[in-house]
């Protein structure tokens, strides 16, 4: 099972599908022969496999992540396109005969069967059009269904949120960036409520209009403003006596005059 693939599983996991893959099924198709009808029998794989009592999922997968994304020819095989990657989608000969295979091996009936394709990216523009032309291929039990990135994402996500461990590679991958993040983000809240807190101190011990000093440039004025610089160090803004202009100084350099 290739990365994105595992990430995929997943989804399909949090609708209560047992998942396998890939999956090959021998299918007997007619070759180019123009002379006489010639049928070879190869075998044809399908990516993921979604088990449930009530319905069996046949998924192709393509992650492109990194490249220019899912090309839309390609999907529907036009003409001067390579589109071998995507049969299951495009060739309905071939589709149907696989969703048959599928059924007789695991019990189900075609109407029970969903043809799912799983995109990590899109050919910029192209999504839309790849939905509009998988939702006129009837597989199985209804239209060919689309899920992008963010569908996958989604769903991932919230399985790495939940209370309950999955010793699974991907999923302790989300779980530990969303704890980092919340690290992250906590140190943050931390770091800004100690500089706030400092500021607070500092209005109490200058306030404003208060005459300071300060002691590095000898800079005489009064005290309009305070200021963290982003860190927990407070600063006073001193408007200078004699020039008019506003300077800022540590705290912990200046004095009362």
């Known amino acids: 099972m ?16 047992l998942v396998s893959g890939p999956v090959k099924f021998k299918i007997k198709m007619k070759t180019a022969k123009k002379e006489y009808d010639e049928y070879q029998e190869h075998g044809y794989e399908v990516d993921l496999i979604g088990m449930r009592h009530d319905k069996l999922v046949l998924a192709t997968v393509k992650s492109f992540l990194g490249s220019g994304g899912v ?31 599928a ?6 009936k075609p109407s029970q069967v969903e043809v799912r394709f799983y995109a990590g990216q899109f050919m910029s523009g192209k999504e839309q059009e790849v939905r509009d032309w998988c939702a006129t291929q009837i597989a199985g039990g209804g239209p060919i269904e689309v899920y992008n990135l963010l569908n ?28 980092a993040e919340e690290f992250r983000s906590k140190a ?6 100690k500089a706030e807190y400092a500021t607070t ?44 202009l506003v300077w800022i100084r540590s705290a912990s350099t200046c004095q009362i005059l």
């Open 188 to 193: 943050n809240k931390t770091k800004a409520t």
């Open 2 to 17: 290739e990365s994105y693939e595992s990430l995929v599983a997943l989804a399909m996991q949090a609708e209560n599908l």
């Open 71 to 101: 090309k839309l020819k390609e999907v529907i095989n036009a003409e001067g396109a390579n589109g071998k990657g995507y049969k299951m989608l495009n060739n309905v000969e071939l589709r149907t005969k696989m969703i048959n295979a």
């Open 152 to 179: 996958v994402i989604d769903t991932v996500t919230s399985l790495a949120k939940s209370k309950t461990y999955i010793d699974d590679p991907a999923l302790v991958a989300v779980k530990s960036m969303l704890i």
């Open 201 to 244: 101190e500092v209005a109490l011990r200058f306030p404003i209009g208060t005459r300071v000093e300060a002691s590095k440039d000898n800079i005489v004025g009064l005290v309009i403003g305070y200021s963290n610089q982003q860190t927990s160090k407070p600063y006073l803004k001193i408007r200078n006596e004699d020039s008019g």
């Open 103 to 108: 059924c007789d091996i695991y019990g189900y």
